[in-house]
Nanobody, 126 residues
Framework: QVQLVESGGGLVQAGGSLRLSCAAS????????MGWFRQAPGKEREFVAA????????NYAVSVKGRFTISRDNAKNTVYLQMNSLNSEDTAVYYC???????????????????WGQGTQVTVSS
């Protein structure tokens, strides 16, 4: 079992930045692909970004590409989401997700993930 805890959400003005963190605990983190998803009020959960175990391969949703950066520190069992140039459409609850070792890619579907955090709220004011 893997436990995921997100942090770093909050209220930010449009054009600002936030960095989300997701700390993993429990079973070994080794080999897990990590992803970020988000869910806005009244909308379905959507993919934001994913990163392989090594950290050298990433994938982004079109809506965030060039503004968001996913990274990980395996020594700290932590994955990050740096969010820049935020706008009101980025307002959502952001979830961290972990997938058991897999060769699948680009890991943009929620059904491919095995563990989920409880989410952290990001609100962008215009």
């Amino acid at each position: 079992q893997v436990q995921l805890v997100e942090s770093g959400g909050g209220l930010v003005q449009a054009g600002g930045s936030l960095r989300l963190s997701c700390a993993a605990s429990g079973r070994t983190f080794n080999g897990y692909t990590m992803g970020w998803f988000r869910q806005a009020p009244g909308k379905e959960r959507e993919f934001v970004a994913a990163v392989t175990w090594s950290g050298d391969t990433t994938n982004y949703a079109v809506s965030v590409k060039g503004r968001f950066t996913i990274s990980r520190d395996n020594a700290k069992n932590t994955v990050y989401l740096q969010m820049n140039s935020l706008n009101s459409e980025d307002t959502a609850v952001y979830y961290c997700a972990a997938a058991r070792p897999t060769t699948a890619w680009p890991m943009s579907l929620s059904k491919w993930y095995d563990y989920w955090g409880q989410g952290t709220q990001v609100t962008v004011s215009s």
